[in-house]
């Protein structure tokens, strides 16, 4: 994965810390969500992750008139052969890249759910599997930004991590001016892997080892979201899953075969973060959500390595 990261950093500056947040989930098979303002490199590192990779890649632009349709597929009927011929929407890739995804109406936004969940699409009663690997990485505005939607919570949960790109440093920001001012970096990006390597790597961060303090460490994690005053929904057991299966690739990432306690609690902002809802009290206080999941984090006694 190590090339693929290098892949990515040539066209998306500064960024390691997204940039390895989206390779973990990548081999944890989940899904990730860009949150930030525009113009920050949102899209350009989603399609520079499904550049770097030898499978399909799709990109749906979400606009407020797209249907369900556009994104599953839909049956038409030809004239020739006289029968329905289903015609396959965008979610048939590898890495499907969808760009705003909260402009998009919430009729719309759901037809990703069962794609998303269970890796395949139901359309007039018939099911068509998606090949794999499947991922979605999604892309949308904050939600004071004119136009959008606010993406509702079984959506936002089916998403293994959300992060934020951020601005980038001044160093960064005139590398970018540098070697990106003149010439397209993605139209310069070449595959450094295929589907089936990366295929291999999901199955082998699978069997990363984790042992039962760990395991507690994460359920106790979860379940402070539950109990704290500071949210008014805490995480779901789906988010547990996800949290583990992210640990694993973290620590495949970092070169280990075993989750430590400190995977856990670096992902646990990412992971948990846009599956809870602060309480009235916080919000008035001013409190991040990110916040109250560092402090969450930092209640829970951290188990002996």
């Given at each position: 994965?190590?090339?693929?990261?290098?892949?990515?950093?040539?066209?998306?500056?500064?960024?390691?810390?997204?940039?390895?947040?989206?390779?973990?989930?990548?081999?944890?098979?989940?899904?990730?969500?860009?949150?930030?303002?525009?113009?920050?490199?949102?899209?350009?590192?989603?399609?520079?992750?499904?550049?770097?990779?030898?499978?399909?890649?799709?990109?749906?632009?979400?606009?407020?008139?797209?249907?369900?349709?556009?994104?599953?597929?839909?049956?038409?009927?030809?004239?020739?052969?006289?029968?329905?011929?289903?015609?396959?929407?965008?979610?048939?890739?590898?890495?499907?890249?969808?760009?705003?995804?909260?402009?998009?109406?919430?009729?719309?936004?759901?037809?990703?759910?069962?794609?998303?969940?269970?890796?395949?699409?139901?359309?007039?009663?018939?099911?068509?599997?998606?090949?794999?690997?499947?991922?979605?990485?999604?892309?949308?505005?904050?939600?004071?930004?004119e136009g959008t939607y606010p993406?509702?919570?079984?959506?936002?949960?089916?998403?293994?991590?959300?992060?934020?790109?951020?601005?980038?440093?001044?160093?960064?920001?005139?590398?970018?001016?540098?070697?990106?001012?003149?010439?397209?970096?993605?139209?310069?990006?070449?595959?450094?892997?295929?589907?089936?390597t990366i295929l291999g790597l999901?199955?082998?961060?699978?069997?990363?080892?984790?042992?039962?303090?760990?395991?507690?460490?994460?359920?106790?994690?979860?379940?402070?979201?539950?109990?704290?005053?500071?949210?008014?929904?805490?995480?779901?057991?789906?988010?547990?899953?996800?949290?583990?299966?992210?640990?694993?690739?973290?620590?495949?990432?970092?070169?280990?075969?075993?989750?430590?306690?400190?995977?856990?609690?670096?992902?646990?902002?990412?992971?948990?973060?846009?599956?809870v809802l602060p309480s009235t009290?916080?919000?008035?206080?001013?409190?991040?959500?990110?916040?109250?999941?560092?402090?969450?984090?930092?209640?829970?006694?951290?188990?002996?390595?």
């Amino acid at each position: 994965m190590g090339r693929v990261r290098g892949a990515i950093e040539s066209v998306i500056e500064g960024k390691r810390q997204p940039i390895d947040t989206a390779l973990v989930v990548l081999l944890a098979e989940g899904h990730l969500l860009l949150e930030d303002v525009p113009g920050v490199g949102k899209t350009m590192l989603a399609k520079a992750l499904g550049k770097s990779i030898a499978c399909s890649v799709r990109r749906i632009q979400f606009t407020p008139d797209l249907l369900p349709s556009d994104i599953t597929g839909v049956s038409v009927y030809n004239q020739e052969r006289r029968d329905f011929e289903f015609k396959p929407g965008g979610v048939f890739a590898n890495i499907v890249v969808g760009d705003e995804i909260n402009r998009a109406s919430p009729k719309t936004q759901s037809a990703l759910l069962e794609s998303m969940e269970e890796r395949q699409v139901s359309v007039d009663g018939v099911t068509y599997e998606l090949e794999l690997p499947f991922m979605v990485v999604a892309t949308q505005n904050p939600i004071e930004m004119e136009g959008t939607y606010p993406l509702p919570e079984a959506q936002r949960d089916r998403f293994t991590a959300r992060i934020q790109m951020g601005y980038p440093t001044k160093n960064a920001e005139l590398d970018m001016l540098e070697h990106h001012g003149s010439v397209d970096p993605l139209g310069q990006l070449k595959p450094v892997t295929d589907a089936g390597t990366i295929l291999g790597l999901i199955q082998a961060v699978k069997q990363v080892y984790v042992a039962p303090a760990v395991k507690e460490y994460l359920v106790a994690i979860v379940t402070a979201t539950r109990e704290t005053p500071d949210l008014r929904l805490g995480a779901s057991p789906r988010s547990s899953l996800q949290l583990l299966r992210a640990s694993r690739a973290h620590a495949a990432l970092a070169g280990r075969d075993y989750v430590s306690p400190d995977d856990v609690a670096a992902l646990a902002g990412s992971v948990l973060s846009h599956r809870v809802l602060p309480s009235t009290d916080a919000q008035l206080a001013r409190h991040s959500v990110s916040d109250i999941i560092d402090t969450v984090v930092r209640s829970v006694p951290v188990p002996d390595k």
